[in-house]
Nanobody
């Protein structure tokens, strides 16, 4: 079964750092595009950071300069490094990735289960 598994969430103080991981498992060929989303209670899910198949990154304005998205294709892993965290960053964070399932270009998008990030003193 192909799936994305997220980890790295937790409680951190304002100004602290956290790194989220997204592991793609199962029979896949490689990761194509991927992104990190977050959703706070009662709010719409929003795109925090994304990277295209060509390696172009984009970020939510409020996290620019603080968050960095990356991926390790050899390990089928994606990451979101979060620095200078603020209370307003508190949310459930989700990994989303388009995965190549074989060498013929068969693709499918998957969501992770989400991991809670709480920024509080």
């Amino acid at each position: 079964q192909v799936q994305l598994v997220e980890s790295g969430g937790g409680l951190v103080q304002p100004g602290g750092s956290l790194r989220l991981s997204c592991a793609a498992s199962g029979t896949i060929f490689r990761i194509n595009a991927m992104g990190w989303y977050r959703q706070a209670p009662g709010k719409e899910r929003e795109l925090v950071a994304g990277v295209t198949s060509d390696g172009i990154t984009n970020y939510l304005d409020s996290v620019k300069g603080r968050f960095t998205i990356s991926r390790d294709s050899a390990k089928n892993m994606g990451y979101l490094q979060m620095n200078s965290l603020k209370p307003e960053d508190t949310a459930v964070y989700y990994c989303n990735a388009e995965l190549y399932l074989d060498v013929w270009g068969n693709r499918r998008t998957y969501w992770g289960q989400g991991t809670q990030v709480t920024v509080s003193s």
